[in-house]
């Protein structure tokens, strides 16, 4: 996979254009805008002609608005087809040195307070069969979607919430015992 493909999906601005159309399936630039509030508007159009340009949305729907054309976008459905093996590991870097990049950036301005922002990280290591983690999944993903609809507006700030899985140990390896020896 090229190196612009996980750059353009990995960009905090584009993600929420993207979680906009997973919530709504369409929009336009205009009812992204209002849903999108603190994003300049030039800034959000340059976001969607990249995410149009790179194939992971498309126009679903021209229409004529007062003598203009109103473009009605939509996610592609496999916009990076089918990824596997070095593929993934790719966009898993690219997507953590991102995050490791929002970190310098906010660390290096001389106003950043973690304890104003609520800056937090949590490692946990679970035990859990492929159901409890769907399970576990479905509930994270439950707790989130009482918030993603959230716009702008008095108080509120964008605050990126990432949650990455990997496993511990080898591919394989039985870990039970490991962890435990650590523990211990």
Do not use: W
């Amino acid at each position: 996979m090229e190196r612009d493909i996980v750059e353009v999906v990995m960009n905090p601005v584009r993600q929420r254009i993207a979680q906009y159309l997973i919530l709504h399936g369409v929009g336009t630039a205009g009812e992204m805008r209002r849903e999108l509030s603190d994003v300049p508007p030039a800034s959000l159009y340059r976001h969607i002609r990249i995410l149009l340009d790179a194939g992971c949305i498309e126009i679903a729907e021209q229409r004529q608005v007062r003598g203009t054309v109103e473009k009605v976008y939509k996610l592609v459905e496999q916009p990076l087809g089918q990824i596997e093996g070095q593929d993934v590991s790719a966009l898993f870097r690219g997507g953590l040195l991102s995050l490791i990049g929002t970190f310098e950036r906010y660390f290096a301005a001389p106003d950043s307070d973690p304890e104003r922002d609520m800056l937090a990280l949590n490692s946990s290591v679970l035990m859990l069969s492929d159901e409890e983690f769907m399970e576990f999944l479905q509930k994270q993903s439950e707790v989130i979607s009482g918030y993603v609809q959230n716009t702008a507006g008095e108080g509120r700030k964008p605050r990126q919430i990432v949650f990455v899985s990997a496993p511990v140990g080898n591919p394989g390896q039985n870990v039970q015992n490991k962890v435990f020896e650590e523990d211990g």
